[in-house]
């Protein structure tokens, strides 16, 4: 089992910037992934950024070169808790939404309940 909790939502100008935190705790040794959604209120929910376990990381082209990963970003090998944060840049309107934290556990996913971002222009 996973618990996931995200923070660090809020409302910013745009051209701004937000750092998001995502709380793991529970079974983090059998993640294998952790994964960053949005929803907004025109599209499903989106991917926007992963970081596997041997610390590759992915980002949707939507989000490429403003949202990253910072380097110390891990998934820890032991049972503690482990924080992923997603650094966003150069935030516009369109960024405004809710944003999830994922957790692939065993193939199951876990989700947090998401923290609401608003970009106002």
């Known amino acids: 089992q996973v618990q996931l909790v995200e923070s660090g939502g809020g409302l910013v100008q745009a051209g701004g910037s937000l750092r998001l935190s995502c709380v793991a705790s529970g079974s983090i040794k059998g993640i294998s992934e952790i994964n960053w959604y949005r929803q907004t209120p025109k599209n499903q929910r989106e991917f926007l950024a992963r970081?596997?376990?041997?610390?590759?990381?992915?980002?949707?082209?939507?989000?490429k070169g403003r949202f990253s990963l910072p380097r110390d970003n891990a998934i820890s090998r032991e049972n503690v808790k482990t924080t992923v944060y997603l650094q966003m840049n150069d935030l516009k309107v369109e960024d405004t939404g809710v944003y999830y934290c994922?957790?692939?556990?065993?193939?199951?996913?876990?989700w947090g309940q998401g923290t609401q971002v608003t970009v106002a222009s």
């Open positions: 994922n957790a692939v556990f065993r193939s199951v996913d876990y």
């Open positions: 970081i596997n376990r041997d610390g590759r990381r992915n980002y949707a082209d939507s989000v």
